[in-house]
């Protein structure tokens, strides 16, 4: 038996990102798809320009760090300045990195946030480093360290991993959490359904949800349907968090309906990885799930009033004591 040295090992991506705000940007609708415009060949000047960090993986480790948590990250870390500046701010999160791969060949990964005028955001992302994790570069006995795995978005090399690490966590016992990115989601649920059957908590966000059921021609209309038909596949716990319209979630039993948390919105960066990994780690820490829902969207609160995806994450104290004032009612209901 392996000892378990961490409570928590995330998987997957972590970047340095610029967030912008621009009082010229304008949201624009054509048909059912929304654009940020800023005007064409004009100087555009900004209101604010923020340097954070981010990235699925990373942002889901500080935020279980934060909340008390043993946490070790996995992933690829590309080189130069920025890549040391991942690296420190992992250090200074209480982030355990010594698995991390560190690139010399790619850059960093990076993003440019757009903020609109509501609060939501369009994203330019660099992968960069992020996608060059492969099977080679993975220390498999170190995952094994965990009582639970947390993976996030993985694209390029990293991306063939997925199937993998589900099949190791099965066959070590341990207890696997899981928030696709697009380029798994692209693949659908059959492509997906080994990984799925394995995974104890799978989160999403109502439009991942209905792409991933869309690929297998099972897209429901309801907030039901799509519940009941990622429940029937992977048999454990469904997240999907709805922004500003708050979150749902099913285990098999019940039907839970999340709102939201009063606060200022002015960035939902980082938001979905709040509430995500605040679910993740109050379930280790043997909290019921309509608790854990609770935390999550108390905690996601915090991070949209901020311009950074993991300053104004709450540590455990902070969410509990928040969670306690904000008097948050989970409906729940048979499912």
């Known amino acids: 038996m392996v000892e378990q040295q961490y409570d928590l090992i995330t998987i997957g991506g972590a970047t340095w990102d610029s967030t912008v705000t621009a009082d010229q940007s304008r949201v624009l609708e054509e048909g059912q798809e929304k654009y940020l415009a800023f005007p064409y060949g004009k100087k555009v000047f900004m209101e604010s320009f923020y340097f954070s960090f981010g990235g699925g993986a990373a942002n889901v480790a500080v935020s279980a760090s934060r909340l008390g948590l043993n946490v070790s990250f996995m992933g690829t870390i590309g080189c130069g300045e920025l890549g040391d500046s991942i690296h420190k701010n992992f250090r200074e999160q209480g982030v355990e990195t010594v698995h991390a791969k560190l690139d010399r060949d790619h850059l960093a990964s990076m993003s440019v946030i757009l903020t609109a005028p509501d609060g939501e955001r369009t994203i330019l992302r660099f992968r960069g480093a992020d996608e060059h994790l492969t099977a080679a570069d993975v220390d498999w006995e170190h995952l094994k360290q965990t009582k639970w795995l947390y993976v996030a978005s993985m694209a390029g090399d990293a991306e063939q991993l997925f199937d993998r690490i589900a099949e190791m966590a099965k066959a070590d016992h341990i207890t696997l959490a899981m928030n696709p990115g697009g380029t798994q989601i692209k693949r659908g649920p059959k492509s997906l359904q080994r990984a799925l059957e394995h995974t104890a908590v799978l989160i999403l966000n109502e439009e991942e949800a209905r792409d991933l059921l869309r690929n297998h021609g099972k897209a429901g209309e309801s907030l039901n349907d799509l519940l009941r038909a990622l429940q029937e596949i992977t ?18 039993q019940k039907h839970y309906d999340v709102p939201v948390v009063d606060s200022e919105r002015v960035n939902t960066v980082g938001a979905g990885d709040a509430f995500g990994s605040t679910v993740v780690v109050s379930l280790i820490k043997n909290q019921p799930l309509e608790t854990a829902l609770a935390y999550a969207a108390v905690n996601a609160a915090s991070v949209v009033a901020d311009f950074t995806a993991q300053q104004a994450l709450l540590d455990w104290d902070d969410l509990t004591k928040r969670a306690s004032e904000a008097k948050l009612h989970v409906s729940v209901t048979d499912f």
């Open 235 to 252: 048999r454990g716990t469904v997240v999907i968090t709805r922004g500003a319209k708050g979150a749902v979630a099913t285990d098999g």
